[in-house]
């Protein structure tokens, strides 16, 4: 941590202080400021596992729930710097028993205690000025409430964008418009109901009613957290299973997707055309440019079949210059159709290129294998596979650039 940092965190915790001692104290044996401390720091020290932790450079940040509001609002700024003084230095002792410290945690502690004590006081000499002028309207208190928290978020984020320039993580006039404007209006609506409500149980000595709130808010809070993280969990999980079946140069499904979907395939028992292409004379585009346009000619190979396909047909990278597709919900007769329109639309297409700095037309063309039948035990999706490479081969040997079919015998009749 800088040393401007370090000087900005202990002037603000000395202004905090100092805030706290010409305003009205509440004395220290007072037993409802010690219950109320109890009450704050017990729930508060519960809730601590929910806070969401965001990093900001070399900055951690723990976003949660505070109460700092309602507590200032009910015992003064005194009241308030007891409270986050208790709960800030058990909070210390917590993460260094639990080894979850950053380095600088010592100099947070005083960040923490400063900022809170000093933006709730402001919020805190605000309601005391003015909560008579909106007792007149409806809803009056609870408008109040939300400006109150709309001045502690001002304060508190023009406050830490100063630590974070301090300390090099903000540079920009951009950066500090951006870090101001990642505040949420719902979230702002949330806190300033609780702490409304929490002040109401406590001005009006509803020591139950608070516990219950507080247990309420804490069930709410630690469902929402455990379904997000759930989501957050199932999203990066198919993310992972996304990347993994993905091809990277084409973007279609890979050979190890193949497997996958061929395998529940085998227990469909439906009629499949499989077919199997790949470019011709791939090698000699490789050997007379390079393999960055040998890739390009590839990727426009995978965007010209997905020009034809239904959603319910499947394409896949099974090789390097090979495709496979499983066409569904088509005759015989329909599938060679659609078959022989995607060799002649890549017949007749071009792939646009740079290469030694120059814009290159390239074309070329793709040799077929189709074996249409219907998906058994005896007949298994794999061995589908294994005869449609093989009509490949046979339009190869032909000479190229041409479709080689075949139909399930007793299909004949489909």
């Given amino acids: 941590m800088t040393q401007r940092a370090r000087l900005f965190i202990y002037t603000l915790f000395m202004a905090a202080v100092a805030i706290t001692i010409v305003s009205d104290r509440v004395p220290i044996y007072n037993k409802t400021l010690i219950k109320a401390i109890i009450l704050y720091w017990l729930f508060s020290t ?3 596992h929910l806070r969401t932790m965001s990093r900001q450079g070399n900055v951690t940040l723990d976003y949660g729930m505070n109460y700092s509001l309602s507590f200032v609002m009910f015992t003064g700024p005194f009241g308030l710097l007891l409270f986050e003084s208790i709960y800030r230095f058990s909070n210390y002792v917590y993460k260094k028993w639990t080894k979850t410290a950053d380095p600088d945690e010592f100099e947070h502690i005083f960040y923490n205690i400063g900022s809170f004590v000093f933006q709730n006081s402001i919020a805190y000499f605000a309601f005391q000025f003015l909560h008579t002028y909106f007792q007149g309207f409806p809803f009056g208190f609870w408008i109040l409430t939300f400006i109150l928290v709309t001045i502690n978020a001002i304060i508190s984020d023009t406050f830490l964008t100063l630590i974070f320039y301090f300390l090099g993580e903000i540079k920009t006039r951009a950066e500090v418009l951006h870090f101001f404007k990642s505040r949420s209006i719902p979230d702002m609506a949330k806190i300033s109901f609780t702490n409304g409500m929490l002040f109401v149980f406590l001005r009006e000595g509803k020591w139950e009613t608070l516990i219950s709130f507080f247990i ?3 069930l709410v809070n630690h469902s929402f957290i455990t379904k997000s993280q759930y989501l957050q969990n199932k999203l990066e999980r198919d993310q992972f299973e996304q990347m ?17 979907k061929m395998a529940e395939f085998n227990q469909s028992n439906e009629s499949i055309g499989i077919v199997v292409a790949d470019i011709d004379k791939f090698k000699i585009i490789n050997d007379t440019y390079n393999h960055a346009v040998g890739d390009r000619v590839i990727q426009h190979f995978a965007d010209a079949f997905q020009r034809y396909l239904d959603k319910d047909d499947l394409l896949f990278r099974s090789g390097g210059e090979e495709f496979t597709l499983i066409l569904r919900n088509r005759d015989y007769e329909r599938t060679l159709v659609l078959i022989e329109k995607i060799r002649l639309g890549i017949e007749n297409s071009q792939v646009d290129v ?5 814009n290159v037309v390239i074309t070329y063309t793709a040799s077929f294998g189709l074996y249409f039948y219907h998906v058994t035990e005896k007949v298994s999706m794999e061995k589908g596979y294994i005869y ?9 040997q032909h000479g190229r650039n041409q479709l080689s079919a075949k ?7 489909v």
Avoid: I, W
């Fill in 46 to 48: 519960l809730y601590f």
């Fill in 216 to 218: 309420l808010n804490y």
């Fill in 244 to 260: 993994a079946y993905t091809d990277y140069l084409t973007g279609v499904a890979n050979r190890a997707y193949m497997a996958k």
């Fill in 354 to 358: 740079e290469f030694n700095g120059e």
């Fill in 388 to 396: 449609a490479d093989q009509l490949l081969l046979q339009s190869k």
């Fill in 407 to 413: 139909k399930e015998p007793h299909l004949e009749d």
